[in-house]
């Protein structure tokens, strides 16, 4: 069977309910993908004997010649199944962790798209109250350029200090702390004093260029007209133009902050919006963020009775929100 039969033999057995979840329809996506694996493993299986068989006819001489086309042929065929074999069973297990652990994403990438949608600072903050978690938000100065704007991502930390003339290398480290962020990460600075800005237009270009999703500091930006015109969140206590160049340096990176508060660690989530910006710690991530989604979800409907009418009282005795 030709793989082109195998893809149509799959789209003939596919379920047409368009009304599945997105659970239901991830299940059934993976077993479509076992399926068209089994064909292809039987096509592999019939090519394979055919060239071994070549093999016993010309005694085995193509292995002792590198140039053999036969012996590269059925390298290329156990190589790129192995390779293949081993993605598709982390697949599996990733997709298994999740159905175990109730969580609604299998990445990073799911997660934080899941966060700037369907979440807001306020909830979460809610969520970590309950577990005991009270010192999470930064100070309510640390407010997003636009109001609209939302980051969500893992803290990349930096330690500022100020300095009394231009630091050797120029800003001390500042370049390499930006140099190693790595996608879905935040630039999260601190420790200088509000004499000078800490970010800019050509650092959040660098940063975005890097897979960043924002930037989020205990002081001052600038070149904000052109920060706003690419749209990329950076959260702060304000603007102001004075360059840190002759005042202050990158002395760390990677390294636990204390921001008022709030202790972020490196990998931590950072949540900001307009109303503030919370940071989650890494060990509870899971549970913090699942309990938040379904919480949304209830809010969701005490707004939707609230609107109808129904007494406020009434509504806090059935979904226990207000």
Request: glycine share 8%; charged share 25%; net charge neutral.
């Given at each position: 069977?030709?793989?082109?039969?195998?893809?149509?033999?799959?789209?003939?057995?596919?379920?047409?309910?368009?009304?599945?979840?997105?659970?239901?329809?991830?299940?059934?996506?993976?077993?479509?993908?076992?399926?068209?694996?089994?064909?292809?493993?039987?096509?592999?299986?019939?090519?394979?004997?055919?060239?071994?068989?070549?093999?016993?006819?010309?005694?085995?001489?193509?292995?002792?010649?590198?140039?053999?086309?036969?012996?590269?042929?059925?390298?290329?065929?156990?190589?790129?199944?192995?390779?293949?074999?081993?993605?598709?069973?982390?697949?599996?297990?990733?997709?298994?962790?999740?159905?175990?652990?109730?969580?609604?994403?299998?990445?990073?990438?799911?997660?934080?798209?899941?966060?700037?949608?369907?979440?807001?600072?306020?909830?979460?903050?809610?969520?970590?109250?309950?577990?005991?978690?009270?010192?999470?938000?930064?100070?309510?100065?640390?407010?997003?350029?636009?109001?609209?704007?939302?980051?969500?991502?893992?803290?990349?930390?930096?330690?500022?200090?100020?300095?009394?003339?231009?630091?050797?290398?120029?800003?001390?480290?500042?370049?390499?702390?930006?140099?190693?962020?790595?996608?879905?990460?935040?630039?999260?600075?601190?420790?200088?004093?509000?004499?000078?800005?800490?970010?800019?237009?050509?650092?959040?270009?660098?940063?975005?260029?890097?897979?960043?999703?924002?930037?989020?500091?205990?002081?001052?930006?600038?070149d904000t007209n052109g920060i706003l015109a690419m749209n990329f969140p950076v959260f702060c206590y304000g603007?102001?133009?004075?360059?840190?160049?002759?005042?202050?340096?990158?002395?760390?990176?990677?390294?636990?902050?204390?921001?008022?508060?709030?202790?972020?660690?490196?990998?931590?989530?950072?949540?900001?919006?307009?109303?503030?910006?919370?940071?989650?710690?890494?060990?509870?991530?899971?549970?913090?963020?699942?309990?938040?989604?379904?919480?949304?979800?209830?809010?969701?409907?005490?707004?939707?009775?609230?609107?109808?009418?129904?007494?406020?009282?009434?509504?806090?005795?059935?979904?226990?929100?207000?």
């Amino acid at each position: 069977m030709s793989l082109r039969s195998a893809r149509k033999r799959v789209a003939l057995e596919e379920p047409q309910d368009r009304t599945a979840g997105p659970a239901l329809q991830r299940d059934r996506i993976v077993d479509r993908r076992e399926l068209l694996v089994k064909v292809i493993n039987v096509q592999e299986l019939i090519i394979c004997g055919t060239l071994i068989m070549e093999l016993i006819n010309c005694g085995g001489a193509a292995f002792a010649n590198p140039k053999s086309k036969i012996a590269n042929r059925l390298y290329a065929i156990f190589s790129v199944r192995a390779k293949s074999g081993k993605a598709a069973s982390a697949g599996r297990a990733g997709i298994q962790r999740s159905r175990e652990s109730g969580m609604e994403w299998k990445s990073d990438e799911e997660l934080f798209q899941l966060m700037r949608t369907q979440l807001y600072t306020a909830i979460v903050g809610d969520i970590l109250d309950v577990k005991g978690r009270t010192r999470q938000f930064l100070p309510p100065e640390c407010q997003p350029l636009r109001p609209e704007m939302v980051v969500a991502g893992r803290a990349m930390t930096v330690l500022e200090v100020d300095v009394s003339g231009e630091a050797d290398p120029p800003f001390g480290r500042m370049l390499e702390a930006l140099d190693s962020l790595q996608p879905h990460e935040i630039y999260v600075a601190a420790g200088s004093s509000n004499s000078y800005a800490l970010w800019g237009e050509l650092m959040s270009t660098a940063a975005r260029a890097r897979g960043a999703t924002g930037a989020v500091l205990a002081g001052l930006t600038r070149d904000t007209n052109g920060i706003l015109a690419m749209n990329f969140p950076v959260f702060c206590y304000g603007r102001y133009a004075q360059d840190q160049r002759l005042r202050g340096q990158v002395v760390d990176h990677h390294v636990p902050l204390e921001i008022g508060q709030a202790l972020v660690r490196p990998g931590d989530i950072v949540f900001g919006d307009i109303d503030g910006v919370l940071v989650v710690p890494r060990e509870i991530e899971a549970e913090v963020i699942s309990e938040a989604l379904e919480r949304s979800r209830r809010e969701r409907q005490a707004h939707a009775e609230l609107a109808r009418g129904r007494y406020a009282t009434d509504v806090f005795k059935e979904f226990g929100i207000l």
